[in-house]
């Protein structure tokens, strides 16, 4: 059984002269263990189907299962990092990372192991009562990320979350997140990572769902059969990067060049 099974989505939002929709029958599942990244143009719907996956938000019309149970409400068994850090500017580190865990209600005895853990495996050491203003981008990235693995989730959505950062910051945050994926003895099962990078998609993800322009359509999954660590300077690197370009690019499948993956 699958993790994650979208089926039939489809979403409209409300514009100017009536409706517009945005999604129109996306489907894909995610599996344990599945490293999945979601890409497409601009305004495809790609940060709205996070919300709708997590049940932030309801789709117009199709089915979410989460462990074969529908998604009728936000999954506490999943946790977003943002693109933009999304922390409290009056909470220190230790409080923002903390959120998740008291808004479970978890006695405060608890909570403070917990807090110590994550703090610690995301490299926060130190700086448990620095405030965001007295941090810089990577490091208040760290504090979301900690706080969404705090609450050790099955399933970590990740929306956008090196696009914010410099080229060397966001590298080095994206090895950090792999090593723990990798790591049996830490969350989570699954990642889900929306990303408009192209190159980070590959270099980071199992396998990617490609969606249309609006309204977004699954164009391609594409399986990304590359050992890991991946050398980007690869010639198998290249033509996957390629593919995936060029399937957005042309909308649709386009004849792959001799080596490049298939669509699955």
């Given at each position: 059984?699958?993790l994650?099974?979208v ?13 517009v929709?945005i999604?129109d ?14 890409v ?21 019309q199709?089915?979410?299962r ?7 409400g ?5 946790a ?5 850090f ?6 220190n580190?230790?409080e923002?990372v903390?959120?998740?865990l008291e ?8 909570q403070d192991?917990q ?5 610690s495996v995301?490299?926060?050491d130190g700086?448990?009562e ?12 760290r504090?979301?990320l900690?706080?969404a ?9 990740m ?6 950062l ?5 590298e080095?945050l994206?090895?950090?997140?792999l090593?723990?994926?990798?790591d049996p003895t ?17 270099a980071m993800?199992?396998r990617?769902?490609?969606l ?8 391609a999954?594409?399986?990304?059969n590359?050992p ?7 010639q198998?690197f ?9 399937l957005?690019t042309?909308h649709g499948t386009?004849?792959?060049?001799p080596?490049t993956?298939?669509?699955a």
């Amino acid at each position: 059984m699958a993790l994650i099974e979208v089926e039939g989505l489809v979403k409209n939002f409300m514009g100017r002269h009536g409706p517009v929709r945005i999604m129109d029958g996306v489907e894909f599942s995610v599996s344990n263990n599945d490293f999945l990244a979601i890409v497409g143009p601009s305004g495809s719907g790609k940060s709205t189907l996070l919300r709708l996956i997590q049940g932030l938000d309801r789709p117009d019309q199709g089915s979410l299962r989460f462990r074969g149970q529908p998604v009728q409400g936000v999954q506490l068994d999943m946790a977003m990092v943002f693109q933009s850090f999304a922390l409290y500017p009056w909470l220190n580190v230790r409080e923002n990372v903390a959120l998740g865990l008291e808004a479970r209600g978890w006695p405060k005895e608890k909570q403070d192991a917990q807090v110590d853990r994550y703090i610690s495996v995301i490299g926060l050491d130190g700086f448990e009562e620095a405030y965001p203003r007295e941090l810089s981008g990577g490091m208040r990235q760290r504090v979301g990320l900690a706080r969404a693995l705090a609450v050790e989730p099955a399933v970590l959505l990740m929306d956008e979350p090196f696009s914010a950062l410099d080229a060397l910051t966001a590298e080095g945050l994206r090895e950090e997140v792999l090593q723990l994926w990798l790591d049996p003895t830490l969350p989570p099962e699954s990642v889900l990572l929306v990303t408009h990078n192209i190159e980070e998609a590959v270099a980071m993800a199992d396998r990617i769902i490609v969606l249309s322009p609006r309204p977004a359509r699954v164009l391609a999954g594409v399986p990304v059969n590359l050992p890991r660590p991946r050398d980007r300077k690869s010639q198998a690197f290249y033509d996957t990067t390629d593919y995936v370009y060029s399937l957005i690019t042309e909308h649709g499948t386009p004849s792959p060049a001799p080596g490049t993956p298939q669509a699955a």
